[in-house]
T-cell receptor
């Protein structure tokens, strides 16, 4: 079946440094790629998404890049802050419909003071 | 976000018992989903429903059933619970035609002894 691979599974960075999380997907028809942040004891929450007609998208300190040819997409967080500590999930649509998405296995990001 | 609520938040039960997890939403969304989260495996789709009369199996539906009692209510049942169904369960909603964002509830932690 289709899958999404996410790396690394854990990431520790110094406060103020950048963090990068990478994902690959297998379904060549995927065209919607959301990223979710899950804080302790809460459900995942969308932080940014990108569609296949766009190569990069930014929202303040967060950016996502997409390489459709290589089936890679990445999350970049700059100037990391303590509140960025959480588990991050990438996801990709199953086929061209965004109504169903498949999640990566998650990255636990820790920000060191 | 209290727009999507799940009950109970925690449940401990024994092997062979029937369990129902409930999800309610006040967002007015058509689509509802049940996911299961296990450490290192991300979120996996159990069942989803695009309207009251529409029920679809997801990636891991064996051992589970669902009921969409109304647009706002979507319940997940474990007919005969087994220990490997111990996990964190999330309900999510999305709005057909407006946005592909999925909004998650706070989760139910289920332990099967």
């Amino acid at each position: 079946g289709e899958n999404v691979e996410q790396h690394p599974s854990t990431l520790s960075v110094q406060e103020g440094d950048s963090a990068v999380i990478k994902c690959t997907y297998s379904d060549s028809a995927s065209n919607y790629f959301p990223w979710y942040k899950q804080e302790l004891g809460k459900g995942p929450q969308l932080i940014i998404d990108i569609r296949s007609n766009v190569g990069e998208k930014k929202d303040q300190r967060i950016a996502v890049t997409l390489n459709k040819t290589a089936k890679h997409f990445s999350l970049h967080i700059t100037e990391t802050q303590p509140e960025d500590s959480a588990v991050y999930f990438c996801a990709a649509s199953l086929g061209s419909s965004a109504s169903k998405i498949i999640f990566g296995s998650g990255t636990r990001l820790s920000i060191r003071p | 976000d209290a727009d999507v609520t799940q009950t109970p938040r925690n449940r401990i039960t024994k092997t062979g018992k029937r369990i129902m997890l409930e999800c309610s939403q006040t967002k007015g969304h058509d689509r509802m989903y049940w996911y299961r989260q296990d450490p290192g495996l991300g979120l996996r789709l159990i069942y989803y429903s695009f309207d009251v009369k529409d029920i679809n199996k997801g990636e891991i539906s064996d051992g589970y059933s669902v009921s969409r009692q109304a647009q706002a209510k979507f319940s997940l049942s474990l007919e005969s619970a087994i220990p490997n169904q111990t996990a964190l369960y999330f309900c999510a909603t999305s709005d057909l035609g407006r946005s592909d964002t999925q909004y998650f509830g706070p989760g139910t932690r289920l332990t099967v002894l």
